[in-house]
């Protein structure tokens, strides 16, 4: 049974840092891309960055660019979001998601198979 289970979310202040994980297990992702979504109240599921599960590659949105990185850690079938410089306007419920066609960029929902829970980032101001 795959399982991807997010952690590391809560509230920071604006200009703050967390550290999103997102835990894979149930089979191999080696040929896999993991994706972050986020969905803020009343709004669309949106993307946030995308890397394949060697560590190569990696997209992100314009609106986190410079402020947030995408990795992954094998050993551990681990994957992160290190998000930096936190705004308000991030608050949101982040998901990982698993791809398993990690030659494409995909930045839409239905490219992705597998989902975790969420976690909920708040930045307040």
């Known amino acids: 049974q795959v399982q991807l289970v997010e952690a590391g979310g809560g509230l920071v202040q604006a200009g703050g840092s967390l550290r999103l994980s997102c835990a894979a297990s149930g089979r191999t992702f080696s040929s896999y891309a993991m994706g972050w979504f986020r969905q803020a109240p009343g709004k669309e599921r949106e993307f946030v960055a995308r890397i394949r599960w060697s560590g190569s590659n990696t997209y992100y949105a314009d609106s986190v660019k410079g402020r947030f990185t995408i990795s992954t850690d094998n050993a551990k079938n681990t994957a992160y979001l290190q998000m930096n410089s936190l705004k308000p306007e991030d608050t949101a419920v982040y998901y990982c998601?698993?791809?398993?066609?990690?030659?494409?960029?995909?930045?839409?929902?239905?490219?992705?198979?597998?989902w975790g829970q969420g976690t909920q980032v708040t930045v307040s101001s």
């Open positions: 998601a698993a791809d398993p066609a990690a030659w494409r960029v995909a930045t839409t929902e239905r490219s992705y198979m597998y």
